[in-house]
């Protein structure tokens, strides 16, 4: 079953299977298949205590008093790059990789945050943990709802993203709609990167920045499968995220190597999709499907991706899991 599900890319959950070829030949790129014309969009600023908090925000059109609400999707960005570089990074002459440009063309209203100590938003003398993200993500909803008049959004979360996405999801499921988790990991058990990264747990420890240079940015698209990603697009995010300094929080990387789990699948009570790179190093795929049977929900997706690493949102075959997302949280609503 585990090469079965490798090997295809399984959409696996009430007993249904869906193959990369007809994944494949039902996504068009985003370029041809969503609507043209430019975007709107606007930013944001909210206060958790005296942190303030970087937001964004992109859809297809500037919002209009009585219009129609528009889905709401949040993207949570992970431990080393912060929201806009992650989800809108600009590349030009190397296709679409903005997953806002991508969702908003095809009708979401897209948001998302910096986390403390990430891009834009407040520097402080805090790590910036998992359960601190989750406290950001709580007071960057309250401008959502003030903004959109609605209180659920969809909320996808990349990584160390997929965790505060899943944290503040078990704290606040009245106000997440459908959640998605990409490259989550439950337990960490059996990672070869986690065993690798815990070697320097005594560092995380003790203080609360890392160094993030360049050649740390390169080594996130080569070290689960070079190939998987184009190497032109590290560039484009050393570019993007270097503006910042060269120093983010230990907190992810603290309760990735040594505090997990720190999701308990039982208390999770919304739709759920877990995303996974064939070849991602950090999250497995026997301690995806622990978390995964686990779910209570019968309303549930676990997808593999081929040819994929640990980024799906910057893999060379993204165009795969813009489409898994989109089918998951456009699917009718049933009674």
Same mark, same amino acid.
Do not use: C
């Given at each position: 079953?585990?090469?079965?599900?490798?090997?295809?890319?399984?959409?696996?959950?009430?007993?249904?299977?869906?193959?990369?070829?007809?994944?494949?030949?039902?996504? #068009?790129?985003?370029?041809?298949?969503?609507?043209?014309?430019?975007?709107?969009?606007?930013?944001?600023?909210?206060?958790?205590?005296?942190?303030?908090?970087?937001?964004?925000?992109?859809?297809?059109?500037?919002?209009?008093?009585?219009?129609?609400?528009?889905?709401?999707?949040?993207?949570?960005?992970?431990?080393? #790059?912060?929201?806009?570089?992650?989800?809108?990074?600009?590349?030009?002459?190397?296709?679409?990789?903005?997953?806002?440009?991508?969702?908003?063309?095809?009708?979401? !209203?897209?948001?998302?945050?910096?986390?403390?100590?990430?891009?834009?938003?407040?520097?402080?003398?805090?790590?910036? !943990?998992?359960?601190?993200?989750?406290?950001? #993500?709580?007071?960057?909803?309250?401008?959502?709802?003030?903004?959109?008049?609605?209180?659920?959004?969809? #909320?996808?979360?990349?990584?160390?993203?997929?965790?505060?996405?899943?944290?503040?999801?078990?704290?606040?499921? !009245?106000?997440v709609d459908r959640l998605v988790l990409g490259a989550f990991t439950y337990k960490g058990e059996g990672s070869p990167t986690l065993t690798e990264r815990a070697k320097q747990l005594d560092y995380y420890r003790t203080h609360n920045m890392r160094l993030r240079d360049i050649t740390m940015i390169r080594s996130i698209f080569t070290r689960d499968k070079p190939g998987t990603s184009e190497p032109a697009i590290a560039d484009f995010v050393a570019e993007s995220e270097l503006k910042f300094g060269d120093q983010v929080p230990t907190g992810t990387y603290l309760d990735m190597t040594a505090n997990l789990p720190l999701v308990d699948p039982k208390k999770v009570r919304n739709p759920v999709m877990l995303i996974r790179g064939e070849y991602d190093g950090i999250a497995t795929m026997n301690d995806l499907t622990d978390f995964f049977q686990q779910l209570p929900t019968g309303d549930k997706q676990f997808v593999v991706l081929p040819g994929m690493a640990h980024s799906v949102a910057m893999g060379t075959k993204r165009q795969l899991f813009w489409h898994a997302m989109h089918s998951f949280l456009s699917l009718p609503v049933t009674t």
């Open positions: 079953m585990k090469s079965l599900l490798t090997r295809r890319g399984v959409i696996a959950g009430a007993g249904a299977t869906l193959s990369t070829g007809w994944l494949a030949q039902s996504t #068009l790129a985003a370029e041809t298949n969503a609507a043209p014309g430019k975007l709107w969009s606007n930013e944001y600023w909210t206060k958790k205590g005296d942190v303030s908090l970087y937001m964004y925000r992109k859809r297809a059109s500037a919002p209009k008093p009585g219009e129609s609400p528009l889905p709401l999707l949040f993207l949570v960005h992970g431990s080393s #790059l912060s929201s806009r570089t992650t989800f809108d990074l600009a590349t030009p002459g190397h296709g679409e990789y903005s997953i806002m440009n991508v969702f908003a063309r095809w009708g979401y !209203d897209v948001w998302t945050m910096d986390h403390e100590n990430y891009g834009r938003s407040s520097r402080t003398k805090n790590n910036s !943990d998992v359960a601190s993200g989750a406290e950001d #993500l709580a007071a960057g909803m309250e401008v959502v709802a003030k903004e959109t008049g609605q209180r659920k959004v969809h #909320l996808f979360g990349e990584s160390s993203g997929a965790l505060r996405a899943g944290v503040y999801a078990v704290a606040h499921p !009245d106000r």
